[in-house]
């Protein structure tokens, strides 16, 4: 008869579990020393270590893809740099094109003489004139009469005055006093100057309105709608014992203007000079201290200069010893 099955209880089954759990010895354990083996039997078993994590092996295919990108980057970049260097030598090529341009016009201003080119202009007009006179007279007309058509008669009162005007100019050119050349002078002064009428008006209206708002002036409207300032103290109006104009003070462009004005009149006087020394044969270097000291120097030269000739020369070669 055979044995009676037993019966799974709880504690064997937590035998059961417990060695299955001991570690299982190796043949490598077994020839250890007894030594080992004891102290491997007294101690009690421990549990084993969890297991280390085992890593993920990378697949190939997703491997490749990061050098993939890399190489693509690249080629962007060098795509890049290639774009901006062309850029860079099409700005060079053009601005190469403009300085070239500029530089055979610049070259083109400085060949060409403007005094040649303003006596050409004239010419071809006087030309232009005796043709259409010519033209003008073969028809049987008065040329002066067609010509006048193109004008104005204050245009023509205004070239007639002018023509006047550097007639006697011409006549009066010669040096005659210096009231005479100081007048021309004033003139010609007067003649350049640009009056501001802005600035005027705008300080006009203010003098009005305060001699209005201390009440020495009136204004007073007439029939016609015009407004008349009347002086009721007179001291609005200048007289000759007004001081007024001495608190007047010229703005800083009107300062500049004079100062420009004065560097251009030194300007003119030293170039005058400089033409009149150069009529003289005084374009030279300087060596007298008046006109009389400058006669004797010229006596000197005429008489001893071809046997200081060396003598200058070497001085001014340094080579005098």
């Given amino acids: 008869m055979p044995a009676a099955k037993k019966r799974k209880t709880a504690k064997?089954?937590?035998v059961t579990a417990e060695a299955e759990d001991a570690p299982i010895l190796t043949t490598e354990t077994a020839e250890q020393s007894p030594t080992n083996n004891k102290t491997a039997q007294e101690q009690p078993t421990e549990k084993p270590s969890e297991p280390a994590p085992v890593e993920e092996t990378t697949v190939p295919e997703k491997a490749a893809e990061p050098a993939a990108n890399p190489v693509s980057n690249a080629a962007d970049k060098a795509k890049e740099r290639l774009a901006r260097f062309r850029a860079l030598q099409a700005r060079a090529k053009t601005s190469s094109d403009q300085n070239l341009a500029e530089a055979t016009k610049e070259s083109q201003r400085l060949a060409t003489d403007p005094s040649a080119l303003v006596a050409l202009n004239r010419r071809r007009d006087i030309a232009t004139h005796k043709l259409l006179k010519a033209e003008?007279?073969?028809?049987?007309?008065?040329?002066?009469r067609k010509r006048a058509?193109?004008?104005t008669a204050e245009e023509s009162e205004r070239?007639?005055?002018r023509m006047k005007k550097k007639a006697a100019h011409r006549d009066n050119n010669a040096f005659q006093d210096y009231r005479q050349e100081s007048n021309k002078v004033y003139k010609r002064q007067l003649r350049d100057?640009?009056?501001?009428?802005?600035?005027?008006?705008?300080?006009?209206?203010?003098?009005?309105?305060?001699?209005?708002?201390?009440?020495?002036?009136?204004?007073?409207e007439t029939e016609d709608g015009e407004l008349i300032a009347v002086d009721k103290d007179g001291s609005f109006?200048?007289?000759?014992?007004?001081?007024?104009?001495a608190e007047n003070k010229?703005?800083?462009?009107?300062?500049?203007?004079?100062?420009?004005?004065?560097?251009?009149?030194?300007?003119?006087?030293?170039?005058?000079?400089?033409?009149r020394m150069a009529q003289n044969g005084d374009e030279g270097d300087v060596t007298y201290i008046n006109e009389k000291n400058k006669q004797f120097n010229q006596k000197l030269a005429r008489f001893y200069n071809k046997y200081t000739a060396e003598i200058r020369d070497s001085f001014e070669r340094g080579t005098m010893i």
Avoid: H
């Fill in 159 to 161: 070239w007639d005055k």
């Fill in 193 to 220: 100057i640009a009056p501001d009428l802005e600035r005027y008006e705008k300080d006009k209206m203010a003098a009005i309105e305060k001699a209005a708002a201390s009440g020495g002036l009136d204004i007073i």
């Fill in 250 to 275: 010229p703005d800083k462009a009107a300062v500049d203007r004079l100062v420009g004005d004065l560097k251009k009149a030194e300007e003119a006087r030293l170039r005058k000079r400089r033409e």
């Fill in 237 to 245: 109006y200048s007289t000759a014992d007004s001081t007024s104009f």
């Fill in 12 to 14: 064997a089954a937590k």
């Fill in 136 to 144: 003008t007279e073969e028809a049987g007309e008065d040329f002066e």
């Fill in 149 to 151: 058509w193109d004008w």
